[in-house]
C-alpha cells in the first residue's frame, strides 16, 4: 500500500449492474471509491466532497484504472473478482488503520471475519470497536473489502455506505454469504 502524499489524478463515475459507482486516483493508486447510488449525480457529488477533485482538467485514464473499472462492473455483474493488487493510495492514514486496511484486503470473495478476529490478525487483539471506526473511515470500499467484516456472533455489524447494513448485507449475498434468517423474498439490489 502506498502512503505518501499525492494529488488527486482523476476521477470517474461509471454505470454498473448495481447502480451508478466512483472512483478518484492520484498517480500512486486508488484514493475513493463511492459505492452504488441510483444515479450518477449522487456519485459525482459525493467524490466532489473530497478534496482535490473538483475542477480538474480531464486526463486519461491510466491502464489500471480501466481495468479496474471493467473489474469492478464484473464484481457487480455478480463475478468472483480479487481487487488484492489494485494498488491504493492512503496518503495521511494512521499506522493502526493501515494495519486494519491490509489485514482486510486478504479476505478474499465469500470469506468474512469479525471485527475482534481482523483487530487480532491486524496485531490489535482487543481493539474490536476501534477497528469497526476504522472500517467506518475506510476511503476505497470493494478494494479495501469493509463490507466482509460482521459484529461478534455473525451479527451484520454497521457499514457507513448508502443503504448502510442493508448495502452491506446484499453485497454479501452476492458473494454467497448469508448473514441473519434466511431471506423470504428475491434479493432486490437498488442501492
Not at 454498473?16 to 471509491?33: D, N, P, Q, V, Y
Not at 493510495?89 to 488503520?97: E, M, N, Q, S, Y
Not at 471506526?133 to 451484520?156: D, M
Not at 454467497?176 to 439490489?189: E, W, Y
Request: glycine content about 12%; aromatic content about 6%.
Amino acid at each position: 500500500m502506498q502512503t505518501s502524499s499525492h494529488a488527486v489524478a482523476g476521477h470517474a463515475v461509471f454505470e454498473t449492474a448495481l447502480g451508478f459507482m466512483g472512483i478518484a486516483w492520484s498517480e500512486a493508486g486508488l484514493t475513493r471509491l463511492c459505492l452504488p447510488q441510483r444515479n450518477r449525480d449522487a456519485v459525482e457529488r459525493r467524490l466532489l466532497r473530497h478534496a482535490g477533485i473538483a475542477g480538474q482538467a480531464a486526463r486519461p485514464e491510466p491502464q489500471w484504472v480501466t481495468e479496474l473499472i471493467a473489474s469492478i462492473k464484473a464484481y457487480a455483474a455478480g463475478e468472483d473478482v480479487d481487487f488484492s493488487a489494485v494498488p491504493v493510495d492512503l496518503a495521511g492514514v494512521d499506522d493502526f488503520r493501515l494495519a486494519i486496511y491490509d489485514a482486510a484486503r486478504k479476505l478474499a470473495f465469500g470469506e468474512t471475519t469479525t471485527y475482534g478476529e481482523l483487530a487480532r490478525r491486524a496485531g490489535h487483539a482487543g481493539l474490536a470497536r476501534e477497528t469497526g471506526a476504522a472500517l467506518g473511515a475506510n476511503p476505497v470500499p470493494l478494494i479495501i473489502p469493509c463490507h466482509r467484516i460482521l459484529a461478534a456472533g455473525g451479527k451484520i455489524g454497521g457499514f457507513s455506505a448508502p443503504g448502510g447494513s442493508t448495502t452491506k448485507e446484499k453485497m454479501l449475498a452476492m458473494e454467497g454469504v448469508r448473514v441473519g434468517p434466511p431471506p423470504s423474498a428475491q434479493v432486490s439490489f437498488g442501492f
